[in-house]
């Protein structure tokens, strides 16, 4: 069988949202799905089966326990713990997802931090997301000091990649962008041969009207981890999304995985019976203000034709 990490799990969460999001959280961090992401998003694995990746990925996987903030997220001080932040005024904010993937033939490691964002709306977040990942990216390249390089070894710093899972395209912006740096000359001939991809951020854009239960059919993304993790999220029935997984996708249900996906899938289905009882209240608040609206204004008319006043109208609370 193979090992995954989602025995982690905290099933004591009261929340139906929190339950929900912890969830997808815990779906994304099965071994068999970072290992989908990182071969199609990651440049060092694409050219590697999702075997030998599944191999590549450490035994520190991590879910919402790792903190963000300066001081607090060192590799090999902070695990598991909820440590308070250091900072007045400030919250503690933690990666959704953190883990190492090593490249044994290369002789090197690399520290992977991903994260299930449901929008990228600025207006909605009010700050603009690529903000955030840089401030991730610089976060987990400065936690390395006296962790993966002392003094001034900076050529031991690992290389980071922040990888951002976003549910909110539209139907035709289903899409991979990068942000790194970009080295280029703006003045002479120099010639630099080292390259500079120590940081990168991958943006994964899946839609949110791909869902089957959204009442319009969407095309099936033609990249296969936007299709798969579409699938993954989306709110069909729960034996229907395993059979579809397994089948064009090769993921193996493990016992965890398929608890993850029947948990999630009961959620969505709670979550869509609310929606609806919701939009039948607010039908029947609507369908009462309308009746009362009509029935004034018959009220209005009847008084009209009997020659009553505009005055004694308005004094009635016309």
């Known amino acids: 069988m193979i090992e995954t990490n989602l025995a982690q799990t905290v099933d004591a969460i009261n929340d139906s949202g929190s339950v929900y999001d912890t969830n997808v959280k815990y779906l994304l961090s099965d071994k068999q799905i970072l290992a989908r992401i990182l071969k199609y998003t990651v440049e060092e694995f694409q050219e590697m089966g999702i075997e030998d990746i599944i ?75 690529e903000n955030r990942i840089v401030f991730y990216l610089a976060r987990m390249i400065s936690a390395q000091k006296q962790t993966e390089f002392f003094h001034s070894d900076f050529d031991n710093l690992k290389k980071v990649r922040s990888i951002w899972i976003c549910m909110d395209s539209g139907e035709t912006e289903d899409s991979i962008e990068e942000i790194g740096f970009d080295r280029k000359i703006v003045f002479g001939n120099k010639k630099n041969s080292y390259h500079m991809d120590l940081m990168k951020g991958i943006i994964v854009n899946i839609r949110s009207g791909a869902d089957s239960s959204s009442g319009k059919a969407v095309k099936k993304s033609q990249n296969v981890l936007i299709a798969m993790l579409e699938e993954l999220v989306s709110r069909k029935d729960a034996s229907e999304k395993k059979h579809i997984l397994e089948d064009e996708y090769g993921l193996k249900m493990t016992a965890e995985l398929e608890r993850r996906i029947q948990i999630m899938c009961n959620w969505s289905e709670s979550i869509i019976e609310r929606e609806r009882i919701e939009a039948r209240k607010e039908a029947r608040i609507e369908a009462r203000k309308e009746a009362r609206k009509e029935a004034r204004i018959e009220a209005l008319e009847k008084m009209i034709r009997v020659n009553i006043t505009r005055e004694q109208i308005l004094s009635m609370g016309y």
């Open 55 to 129: 191999g590549c990925i450490g035994a520190d996987i991590e879910v919402g326990t790792r903190p963000v903030d300066a001081g607090l997220s060192n590799l090999g001080r902070v695990k598991g713990t909820a440590t308070e932040d250091n900072v007045p005024g400030e919250g503690i904010i933690y990666y959704d997802i953190r883990f190492t993937a090593y490249l044994k033939e290369k002789e090197m490691k690399i520290l992977i931090n991903i994260e299930a964002q449901k929008s990228t709306d600025s207006g909605k977040l009010g700050y603009h997301l």
